[in-house]
């Protein structure tokens, strides 16, 4: 029937409706994929703008050499492949011009290399004299190989790109190929499309290094000091004319693509080449008669290592092994390169290649995790992509890197770590933590800043994760401190007058001065800062926990500067441990809860009053005159490292 058929077409557009929606979604993925794909080397696309020429060949021979602590292995390369390789890299390396930048303060780049927080990831110094963490590239040498101009843009922002990348198409995007379309040659995460086909690009570097949104003067001035560290001038190596040599590239492209360098690198040509290794999934079930002993069955039966336990120990410590005794030509030899692994790490590898095995068993004996053990499996591998070990602390046993580094042992040095995450799920609002997560400054025309702790020299900086990524990190936070999903914020009653001038009283007393620590927007008054602005607390906390956090912050993060005891229990409330003023006479309801609902309705205007009504706050008069210097937290009891 008409009706029927009416019904059927209304169906139809309803289809089509969700199709459109479905490949919305998909665009929308594949864009937040390209943002969380990393590659674990550099993009030796920028090679031309990043690198001396002839230090090129010095590292493709041997990286340890230069750089004891480095990940890459070494190969066993000729010198002719050596060549090879190294003049394919450098002619398919894109040849552009940076902007040329003036020199900067290289004292001052120390300072600023040493307080912002590079040092949770790198290090300086050789040997026994090495300062700072592991997780990123030794920067002790960097002055010997590095382009000055690209060091100031990667340092400014690590994710600039010199061109664009479209997968669709397979090669880098010039700015011809805007200019017949009529586009600016722009490309970044608001103008991620191919202007030729529509499809998205990658227009980021595939690095974890983040940006600390520095000024184009400190990036310079940190660049200034990294030239600085070097062992020998710049351009001491030998000459390397044969990098330009045509003859010399094809060659070079199979050796990198035998050798599986597009693995670990972006390299023009090699954009989709896959991974040259073994699977290693199940390579602890592997039959032995499939595991290639070469010339050393004998040996190793007579010896007892003809097993698992022992193939995977000598093929660690010494991968070549295997080819000892054979007559192969080269490209038939073994291409597993030489990590120079230390005892302990070959034993863990060797352990875990053993576990890894297909079992027999039903999955339902497998650990999968549906509910919020999930989200804690899930953002743990964010959390050790990323680093974020490097300046926070997640467990009270695991001290970041900044913690133990020798600048942060003195009272100061412990005012300027930044803040223990033990318990950000119960502390923090979700909503208001994915917003921090994706725009840490919190502003959108000052993002020279830290938005929450503006008076730390340590700058959270921006990782550009995905939506993703900042879904899996808020869902981690809230899973580690058990919390439900999703957060639905409670109703506080509002304050009546008489409560407002009585939470007004304790937070300018005297035995309670709450400002004298916390920042207020007032530059005079910030620069002795240790602990957030309150104007923060409706949107970021939790009502619950700043209450629990007021009664005993030591509970929750054992050390802090935040003092103890404010509040004794009274029956079943608690009350002001200190004078109260007249007007609390007769008030019967909690002191503590009235200070929550007090500071989840403060407003500019009325910290301002509070700051006018407090004057100066005490201790911050002798910091500021002639009596010398006193820490800002000397005059609070309890105190003992800092208030988060």
Known sequence: TARKMYARADQLR?????????????????????????????????????????????????????????????????????????????????????????????????????????????????????????FAANLTRVGEKANYDYLVRWIHNPRDRTRPFCPYEERDLTPEDYARHGLPFVFDLEHSTCPNDGHELQVEQMTVMPSL??????????????????????????????????????KGREVAFRYGCAGCHEIAGLENAGRIGTELTEEG??????????????????????????????????????????????????????????????????????????????????YQPEDQRRDAQEGWWLVKKYNCMGCHQFKMDQPSDLMQSGRYQTPEGKDQLPPRLLSEGARVAPEWLARFLADPALSETNNDRNGVRPYLQARMPTFHFSPGEVRKLVRFFQAMSAQPIPYIPPKLDPLTGQELLMARALFTSRAAPCLKCHATGEASHDRFATAPNFLLGRERLKPGWTKRWLLDPSMIDPGTAMPTGLFRQEGERWVFAGPTPSMFAGYQKDHADL?????????????????????????????????????????????????H
């Not at 993009?43 to 230090?55: A, G, H, I, N």
């Not at 200034?224 to 010399?248: C, I, M, W």
């Open 14 to 134: 309803v289809s089509i409706s969700n199709i459109d929606a479905r490949i919305e979604q998909l665009d929308f993925r594949s864009r937040n994929l390209l943002r969380e794909i990393k590659k674990i080397g550099p993009d030796l696309k920028e090679v031309r703008v990043k690198l001396r020429p002839e230090w090129i060949p010095v590292w493709v021979r041997n990286p340890h050499e230069f750089r004891p602590t480095t990940r890459m292995p070494r190969f066993r390369l000729t010198d002719e492949e050596v060549k090879a390789v190294s003049a394919f890299i450098w002619q398919s390396g894109i040849d552009a011009r940076l902007p040329a930048q003036s020199r900067g303060d290289a004292a001052k780049g120390k300072t600023s290399f040493e307080t912002r927080g590079c040092m949770g990831c790198h290090s300086v110094g050789e040997g026994d004299a090495r300062v700072g963490a592991t």
């Open 285 to 366: 079930s592997k039959p032995l008669d499939q595991i290639d002993f070469a010339m050393f069955k004998s040996r190793a039966k007579r010896e007892g290592w003809f097993n698992h336990k022992g193939f995977f120990e000598r093929k660690l410590r010494k991968p070549e092994t295997f080819d000892e005794g054979l007559i192969r030509p080269p490209d038939e030899r073994l291409r597993m390169p030489n990590l120079d692994l230390k005892p302990e790490e070959i034993t863990a590898l060797t352990t875990f290649l053993m576990g890894s095995v297909d079992s027999q068993l039903p999955e339902r004996y497998f």
């Open 213 to 250: 949104r520095l000024s184009w003067e400190e990036s310079r001035n940190i660049a200034s000091y990294l030239v600085t560290l070097k062992r020998h001038d710049a351009g001491s190596n030998p000459a390397a004319e044969f990098l330009n040599d045509p003859q010399l590239k094809a």
């Open 595 to 643: 200070l929550v609902r007090y500071m989840f309705e403060i407003t500019p205007e009325e910290q301002r009053r509070l700051v006018g009504m407090g004057g100066t706050a005490p201790g911050v008069a002798s910091r500021t005159g002639g009596g010398g210097a006193t820490p800002p937290s000397a005059a609070l009891p309890g105190t003992l490292l800092k208030a």
